[in-house]
């Protein structure tokens, strides 16, 4: 069946993953997503394989070299035919290219235009380009990762979290758009930052009246949690994470570890005293915890209606990804690469009855299909191979490409 985006073109100017993380998940709706990468390559493609993995399932690639004037003229021949054009450049870089959004606007007049910057659109900071972790600095979340309160240093957190932040609402904010032009017919520029989508993961602070911050539970020295029932514990094994955070969770965990002492400590009676008494108390779980394997422990506590988890580990190939309830979900999907063999990724974030989502294109080759849509373009063979020829365009065996 067809995806809830078919019919919808989208033209992916981006590079590494603040841009092209959105255009993906506009794919895997059923969007055809059409990747414009420079004819020497994304420049993650050949320094971080597996995030760029991560960001291009589902698209067809073209190899363009926007700087010359046909290759410009390419491109733009492809917005004309397109609904949404995306990317990640620093202000102002695509309009040097030709490609900005009143040059995009020329060609397609209710085009869709989205820009992710690094501090956005306005501003002293808008020219800077930059990288998740600037974002993950300003937005404050390395400070309390850290947690500096506690004595440590702060914390970059691996995953690029600035990046997903701020393709997650460009996404959005096109679906929103492509809403309004259906009312109106009318299209327009919408942007995002990962400044913008780092503040995401602080939203739960604030200032009162009086310019003082807001109570909010605080990480431990040891990263392991923000209280004694809402951190993770060592077990004989690994790591299971705790989440008893509600009162009826306390007395089903006791029962549940089988130390009914600390239901009847005083120490421990309420929340005040749990939090009071945190040390104490973490001490007391912990060596319960060391008891037993991870996976038991898991068993045990779902039995009592205590919420916890396994803390997998993404490099075993026995967790995640090979999860059969998981791939059930469709969570996780696989598929055969030409270079890479058989791949194993994630799989849909939403799941839609009458309209799935699907992974059908695996993540494309350098210009895999710089040849096809040529032609479906209207260009012959011979025009094709002079562009090819004069480095306007490039393909994998054409001696120039990056195969991967």
């Known amino acids: 069946m ?6 919808l073109r989208v033209i992916d100017f981006g590079q590494f993953l603040a841009g092209p993380f959105g255009p993906m998940l506009l794919g895997d709706l059923g969007a055809e997503v059409i990747k414009v990468e420079p ?4 420049g ?16 067809r690639d073209i190899a363009i070299d926007l ?13 004309a035919s397109a609904d949404i054009v995306h990317h990640n450049m620093t202000l102002g870089t ?4 030709g490609i900005g959004y009143e040059d995009c606007k020329a060609v397609r007049a209710d085009i869709l235009y989205c820009n992710t910057f690094m501090y956005g ?4 900071l808008a020219p800077l380009g930059g990288l998740d972790p600037l974002g993950q600095a300003a937005a404050g979340i390395e400070w309390e990762q850290g947690p500096v309160a506690e004595g440590n240093p702060p914390m970059w957190y691996r995953y690029g979290h600035g990046d997903v932040a701020a393709a997650m609402p460009s996404v959005t904010a096109l679906l929103m758009a492509l809403y309004h032009r259906e009312r109106t017919g009318e299209g327009q520029f919408v942007w995002t930052s990962i400044f913008h989508g780092s503040m995401l993961y602080t939203a739960d602070s604030w200032l009162g009246p009086d310019g003082e911050p807001s109570p909010r539970p605080a990480l ?3 990263q392991l949690g923000l209280s004694a029932l809402y951190r993770l514990y060592e077990t004989q094994d690994g790591w299971l994470q705790l989440a008893a955070v509600g009162d009826e969770h306390w007395p089903a965990l006791c029962r549940a570890l089988g130390a009914p002492q600390l239901l009847a400590d005083e120490r421990f009676a309420d929340q005040d005293g749990r939090a009071a008494h945190r040390d104490a108390l973490t001490g007391e779980l912990s060596a319960r915890f060391l008891t037993d394997l991870a996976v038991n422990w898991r068993r045990v506590l779902r039995r009592a209606g205590v919420p916890a988890e396994i803390s997998a580990d993404t490099w075993d190939g026995e967790t995640i990804l090979f999860d059969e309830e998981l791939v059930r979900l469709g969570l996780v999907t696989e598929y055969e690469h030409p270079i890479l063999g058989r791949v194993r990724q994630f799989g849909n974030l939403i799941t839609f009855s009458e309209t799935p989502g699907r992974q059908e294109r695996v993540t494309p080759m350098l210009g895999q299909d710089t040849r096809q849509i040529m032609a479906e373009m209207g260009y012959d063979d011979a025009t094709i191979d002079d562009y090819a020829a004069r480095r306007v365009v490039s393909w994998p065996g054409d001696g120039y490409a990056f195969p991967v």
Do not use: I, N
Not at 39 to 42: E, F, L, V
């Open 2 to 7: 067809p995806g809830p985006l078919e019919g």
């Open 39 to 42: 004819t020497r390559g994304d």
């Open 44 to 59: 993650m493609r050949s320094s971080v394989v597996g995030s760029f993995m991560g960001c291009q399932r589902g698209k």
């Open 67 to 79: 700087k010359h004037p046909d290759g410009r003229r390419l491109a733009l021949e492809l917005v």
């Open 94 to 97: 695509a309009d040097r290219l």
């Open 121 to 124: 659109a306005t501003g002293p």
């Open 220 to 222: 431990d020295r040891q």
